[in-house]
């Protein structure tokens, strides 16, 4: 019974994770042909690299409480790193709470994972998961700033200060961080011998999408997205995709009741 309990628990954590998502984006569908400045600032259309660095500056200088992240993309770059560590380095010495989301795939890359070391070090906290929505940073719970475009880094960046919306984000934010895992943990695997990973690769060619597709959500090569759904279709006994889907499925395995560790707390 407690077992059935914790199982109903995560797959209503799960749908309400899927519903915020989807909430989230079509925000962005409705914001993305909208002007610069909307409302009392509610709304601040940024479109270039530079106004989103000095907007950047400008809240992590001004936030007193906490520094969420969203580091989608896999692998940071060195100038991405190399302008984060200041701004990080000052909140952290001011006390302020930062925690960044980074996809699973960071774990192969040393610079990445050498700054979430250094991060934890200074006091602030890291986590990775399989799939990020978007990328996204939240001041203090009330300044939120994510991609006009998620599939176009460079099409620009909204600002948001509306209460309702950062709150939705806010708790995507904690919905996804709670089931991440911290980066000095290895990701697990579930009875079946299925990991994350594997299980979110399922799920998105259960959805459609192709091997391109998939290798750009999880931040990993079109090899490895092959290589895994070969290793995954020889586990099934299936000889297609649509058999393996179908087999998945059956098994509980694109379910979100399959989630492989009860979700992360703090």
Known sequence: MLLLRQQLDLQDHQRRVDDTKRAVLSLLDQVGGLGTVIGEQQLLRLYDLDSIQQHIE???HACTEEVAVFATGGAQTAES???????????LARGVRVRNLYLDAVRNDPPTMGYARWLVQEGGQARTTPHLPLRMIIYDRRHALLP????????????L??????????????????????FDEEPSRNEDGLSEPERVLLQLLSEGDTDETVANKLAVSVRTVRRITAELLKRLGARSRFQAGALAAERGWLDATSQCTTPHGG
């Open 161 to 182: 200060d509306s209460p309702g919306v950062v709150a939705a984000l806010q708790n995507l934010f904690e919905q996804t961080w709670r089931q991440a895992t911290p």
């Open 148 to 159: 006009t475009d998620p599939e176009a880094a460079d099409a620009g960046a909204i600002a």
């Open 58 to 60: 400008k809240l992590a």
């Open 81 to 91: 790193l190399e302008a984060a560590r200041p701004l990080d380095a000052d909140v």
